[in-house]
């Protein structure tokens, strides 16, 4: 730890990591984005690097639990009708491809639901997002900061979408950022490896185990 401006600033994993101050946030791991029978997968995505990675999600999970992080469950959400959709969200929903169903994550459908075998426990909260970021115009800066949290593990897909964008505002928002970086999978490999190069840069990208190891 060192002082700056008569602050003190952690630096090294394990003051940012301690438990005491340590959320890990699961972002959008869900059946329509990496189940074979979810909406992305009947569009045509090979969603397989997102199922493939359950098992260290499951893992960073349970770690999280016995250590007593506090576990956060994000769930990208579309409302019935576009009804949480504006004009410019439909677009970038779309960008890749015109014909493009954009309603996917319905709310209360089994798209929607988290991929098995992973689930909430006990109090663990839900947030639901309806655009990349899981702070945009959601309860989670409100659920960290109410449980006396500085520093936020993220985990889920996809690398260069949610989890990229909650990364970087949870930095924005004054928290240390972590990412667990055999924890995360997107659909498309190389922008998978781009996003990770970018973090790389500005934040603490480790594997699963070390995170927990500090």
Not at 188 to 197: E, G, K, M, Y
């Amino acid at each position: 730890m060192r002082e700056m401006y008569g602050k003190q600033v952690f630096e090294t994993d394990e003051e940012v990591l301690d438990p005491g101050h340590t959320a890990l946030v699961v972002i959008d791991m869900q059946n329509d984005f990496g189940h074979p029978e979810g909406h992305f997968s009947r569009a045509g995505v090979d969603v397989s690097p997102v199922p493939a990675i359950l098992p260290q999600v499951a893992a960073l999970v349970e770690s999280a639990r016995g250590a007593g992080v506090l576990v956060v469950w994000v769930k990208q959400t579309t409302l019935p009708g576009g009804r949480s959709d504006s004009p410019a969200w439909l677009a970038f929903k779309s960008r890749h491809r015109e014909q493009f169903d954009t309603a996917y994550c319905i709310e209360g459908t089994w798209g929607q639901e988290l991929m098995e075998p992973l689930a909430p426990a006990g109090d663990e909260p839900v947030v639901r997002k309806f655009r990349s970021s899981a702070f945009t115009r959601t309860n989670l800066d409100a659920v960290l900061r109410g449980n006396g949290i500085e520093t936020v593990v993220v985990c889920g897909c996809m690398t260069e979408g949610c989890v990229e964008a909650t990364a970087r505002d949870a930095g924005y928002h004054d928290y240390y950022v972590a990412v667990a970086e055999d924890a995360i999978a997107s659909n498309t490999p190389a922008f998978h490896d781009a996003a990770l190069l970018v973090m790389r840069s500005t934040f603490r990208v480790r594997p699963s185990t070390q995170l927990f190891a500090a």
